[in-house]
């Protein structure tokens, strides 16, 4: 079996969509500063954003691991469980962090400027997704997905800040 990682190197198109607009490069998984998991569990750089933000596999395993994302800001959630599903959440909502409390009235707002700029952003996000073979949800379904792995799942996942030993705020809070 192909790994999702080797599939995203191997189909430029794709490998283009993710990077923009999902702000996800492989090639950037350098963390801007020191950090671990409050648990002791193994965390491991994926990917990087044009922000400073890094996306991390979280865990022993394989791209099934949880992924957790930190923010150049010191903020931190854990935002899908395996690569499988990161990648359908930087497809179908590559606006996520503008989306605070995961409603589809949010997306929509974000997904209209992004249109504004990326005419062809749906055509291009179905063809990377056919590239990688996995299956579009709906925009609500990603969204509620989001909703019960950041504030359910994600508790267990807190990043600490490694020098200082303190942990990085939740992306999201408790009220969304």
Same mark, same amino acid.
């Given at each position: ?20 607009? +999902? ?21 491991? !750089?994926? #990917?990087?954003?044009?922000?400073? +933000? ?21 903020? !931190?959630?854990?935002? #899908?469980? +395996? ?39 749906? #055509?291009?996000?179905?063809?990377? !997704? !056919? #590239? ?21 799942? +994600? ?22």
């Amino acid at each position: 079996m192909t790994s999702l990682i080797a599939a995203l190197r191997a189909h430029e198109e794709a490998a283009r969509f993710l990077a923009w607009p +999902g702000d996800f490069d492989p090639d950037r998984d350098d963390h801007v500063e020191e950090v671990h998991l409050d648990s002791g569990a193994r965390l491991e !750089a994926l #990917a990087g954003d044009g922000a400073g +933000g890094t996306f991390f596999f979280c865990g022993e395993g394989g791209e099934e691991r949880p992924v957790l994302y930190a923010d150049s800001e010191g903020g !931190a959630a854990l935002v #899908a469980v +395996g690569l499988p599903e990161l990648l359908r959440l930087l497809l179908v909502v590559p606006w996520w962090r503008d989306c605070p409390t995961f409603t589809v009235e949010e997306s929509r707002r974000s997904a209209a400027e992004y249109l504004e700029d990326i005419p062809d952003l749906e #055509a291009r996000r179905d063809r990377a !997704a !056919a #590239a990688l073979g996995l299956p579009l949800s709906s925009e609500a379904d990603v969204l509620a997905r989001l909703r019960e792995v950041a504030l359910t799942v +994600g508790k267990d996942y807190v990043l600490v800040f490694t020098p200082e030993n303190t942990p990085y705020a939740p992306l999201f809070g408790d009220d969304a």
